[in-house]
């Protein structure tokens, strides 16, 4: 599949949770030098990933609304997950983004919870469930971001 804005966005909003957490265990100042350059070596890697990646939306808009890439890519979905918010109410780009950021925040953290050795199975079953919920979620807002990008390079 080639890049979309959507998809862009997802990894963009990805990168910038990893950089926060990276920032996060910097701040620690219990940790080794050598763990702290492991971890600032990481971070620098992080932002100019983040860079490429903003230069990569920059461009892909411009080209877009000059009609020389595909604004979005049509998905064959094979599953039904009917606990899943729907985002067609969602007109404006920028809460389509703020809401997909939003859904990759969740995610990150539901991810952690449960990989916590504390949890009895069941507790893991159920986040398991919403990690599937919030996912699809997050793949409907790429596509309505796409869509959204779609509809303003009409008019």
Known sequence: MAETLGSLVDK???????????????????I????REELKAKRDLADSQRQDLTNEVNGFLGAALKGEVRIRDEKIKM???????????????????SELAFRNIKLWHLEDEVRRTDLPDSTIVQTKR???????ERNDLMDRVDKILLDCSKL
Request: proline share 0%; net charge negative.
């Open 12 to 30: 963009l909003s990805i990168k910038n949770l990893r950089i926060w957490h990276l920032d996060e265990a910097l701040g620690d100042e219990e």
């Open 32 to 35: 080794s030098a050598s763990k």
């Open 79 to 97: 599953y039904t997950n009917t606990n899943v918010s729907c985002s067609d109410g969602i007109k404006e780009l920028g809460e389509a983004v």
């Open 130 to 136: 919403k990690i599937d919920t919030t996912n699809q």
